[in-house]
């Protein structure tokens, strides 16, 4: 008997500390919805054309071994720009020790430079993946972009992912790619995962004196691996991209999920270098989120948003129905992509 109370206050402990100190604080007031909600479009053959390619792709790597699987949605992502016309040209380049690549359009200002971070749940994802991104950066925003190469989990701690970041945004504030220069203009930008480390970047900058972005730009931004946004849940079934790699988390405890959070990267999953939501969101610059109604990161840039708001940052957040995660990456195909660049292109022409 003596074991089994042992082992039940073990059990309570482990639940107490996870609710309660790796959960970070409640955000729920931040839910209401905020924005602009775009109407979305009739074109529903594009959408399903778009999740017909997803579940082509990454349903037959699911069915493979486990031990096996990152290795081929490594793969996967990263020929996701392959055979496409790209108006822009890719440059391999050392940025203060991290790997990286300049993409430059015909219409790139050398001196307007925004340093580009990709997705791929910190486990995936190189600037080769995000081409088609990146170019129309170049060309529809007429910057030059600094694709970063940051370390991926699990090969390397979590936060060596950001301090890569970090010294890549710095390599960028004197240097541009006909060499180094102060810039007119400096912009973060990135997806998913990439979106949670630009919005990092954003902070960051702030809290170390550096020069702040002159723009944030986070589409379908991570912002809180506590995993508390209500649409983490609420979306799995209606999230075609995201839905079917996480759904069998949705049935693991969130105390759990929080530990394991923790053992994965070596601090609490409420950290604000990790979770930006539950940072001073004060004196940040411009950011404009985008986010689909129907994934499940839509109430990540939610609260986000509404909560930099509320302390006194300028903060929009755009969003669209019934889209994938990361849309943008199927422009100009998809109708909302299109649309969603044309706000991009409007939002960095309004910052100069």
């Not at 790997?99 to 219409?107: D, G, Y």
Request: net charge negative.
């Amino acid at each position: 008997m003596t074991w089994w109370w042992f082992l039940a206050v073990v059990i309570a402990v482990v639940w107490l500390i996870g609710r309660l100190h790796l959960s970070g604080a409640d955000l729920r007031q931040y839910d209401a919805p905020a924005g602009e909600q775009f109407p979305g479009t009739d074109f529903s053959d594009e959408r399903d054309h778009v999740e017909a390619s997803l579940k082509v792709g990454s349903g037959a790597i699911r069915e493979q071994p486990r031990r096996e699987q990152l290795k081929l949605l490594r793969e996967y992502l990263d020929n996701m720009s392959t055979g496409l016309d790209l108006p822009a040209t890719f440059t391999p380049v050392d940025a203060r020790g991290v790997p990286a690549e300049w993409v430059i359009a015909p219409e790139s200002d050398p001196d307007r430079r925004l340093l580009y971070i990709h997705g791929g749940g910190f486990v995936m994802g190189s600037p080769r993946s995000h081409r088609n991104i990146t170019a129309h950066f170049a060309k529809l925003c007429g910057v030059s972009v600094l694709s970063v190469d940051y370390r991926l989990m699990p090969e390397h701690p979590r936060l060596a992912g950001v301090e890569d970041c970090q010294l890549a945004y710095q390599w960028l504030l004197e240097n541009g790619p006909e060499g180094s220069s102060a810039p007119s203009l400096i912009l973060v930008a990135g997806d998913s995962a990439g979106g949670n480390l630009s919005l990092m970047i954003s902070a960051w900058s702030r809290d170390h004196a550096l020069r702040k972005p002159d723009g944030v730009v986070a589409l379908s931004p991570v912002t809180d691996l506590t995993l508390g946004s209500p649409s983490m849940k609420d979306n799995i079934e209606t999230d075609a991209m995201l839905g079917p790699m996480f759904a069998g988390l949705a049935k693991i405890p969130r105390p759990l999920l929080l530990w394991m959070s923790w053992f994965q990267g070596r601090t609490t999953p409420a950290n604000p270098v990790i979770s930006p939501v539950f940072g001073d969101l004060s004196n940040l610059p411009p950011t404009l989120v985008h986010a689909s109604e129907s994934e499940m990161l839509r109430d990540d840039g939610r609260r986000y948003v509404n909560r930099a708001v509320s302390q006194g940052s300028l903060a929009r957040l755009q969003t669209w129905p019934a889209v994938v995660h990361v849309w943008h990456m199927f422009y100009p195909d998809l109708t909302e992509a299109r649309e969603a660049w044309e706000e991009i292109r409007k939002f960095i022409a309004e910052l100069g």
